[in-house]
């Protein structure tokens, strides 16, 4: 089973405006990260958080994470057409192993 | 740096034929991870090496999948043999400490 759930699965914003996607998770974690994936290309690393972190930013992207609720939300200001993608969450449980478990994604589209 | 190479980036294959995929991790990286990306869902961990020994493969359906790395370095999948379901894009990935996890463009696998 996923340990990250994103939501929404799909969206669709127009360039210019913001794109919120949270994750939920389901155990604890020692830190959570964002992936891109472009149609048909592997995951691009965007962000981590770790879980003694409550808010990062990097550029136009600013990550949040509640530990306990179990979530985070990414939130990708002034949205270009390039953004559009596909976005995932994954949590490390095991901080020594680094094993990622990730969630089922939320497709962004943003329209020029 | 040099990314995690793949190859071969596409296949088909008819079901029951046997496959293999070969992944030459970032220089110096000693965990290398292959994950299964069913289209429409997030990635799935299929196993894990730390240099040439797996931490984690309870993933692996192990009846028709082996994978190995050699001297601690290339890595290389194999199915066989290969079901419809089976069909998917096969992501390599590796890193060095514990957090950012770096991931090659994937091989598609197509099994007719």
């Known amino acids: 089973s996923q340990q990250g759930e994103e939501d929404p699965q799909a969206l669709s914003i127009q360039e210019g405006e913001n794109a919120t996607m949270n994750c939920s998770y389901k155990t604890s974690i020692n830190n959570l990260q964002w992936y891109r994936q472009n149609s048909g290309r592997g995951l691009v690393h965007l962000i981590l958080?770790?879980?003694?972190?409550r808010e990062k930013h990097s550029g136009r992207l600013r990550v949040t994470l509640d530990t306990s609720k179990k979530s985070s939300s990414l939130l990708i200001t002034a949205s270009r057409a390039a953004d559009t993608a596909s976005y995932f969450c994954a949590t490390d449980l095991n901080n020594a192993g680094n094993m990622l478990t990730f969630g089922g994604g939320t497709r962004l589209m943003v329209k020029p | 740096e040099a990314g995690v190479a793949q190859s071969p980036r596409y296949k088909i294959i008819e079901k029951r034929q046997s496959v293999a995929f070969w992944c030459n991790p970032i220089s110096g990286h000693a965990t290398l991870y292959w994950y299964q990306q069913i289209l429409g869902q997030g990635p799935k961990l299929l196993i894990q090496?730390?240099?040439?020994?797996?931490?984690?493969d309870s993933q692996l359906p192990k009846d028709r999948f082996s994978a190995e790395r050699l001297k601690g370095v290339d890595s290389t999948l194999k199915i066989q043999p290969a079901k419809l379901e089976d069909s998917a894009v096969y992501l390599c990935a590796s890193s060095s400490l514990p957090g950012r996890v770096i991931f090659g463009q994937g091989t598609r696998l197509t099994v007719v």
């Open positions: 090496f730390q240099n040439n020994g797996v931490v984690d």
């Open positions: 958080i770790r879980s003694n972190e």
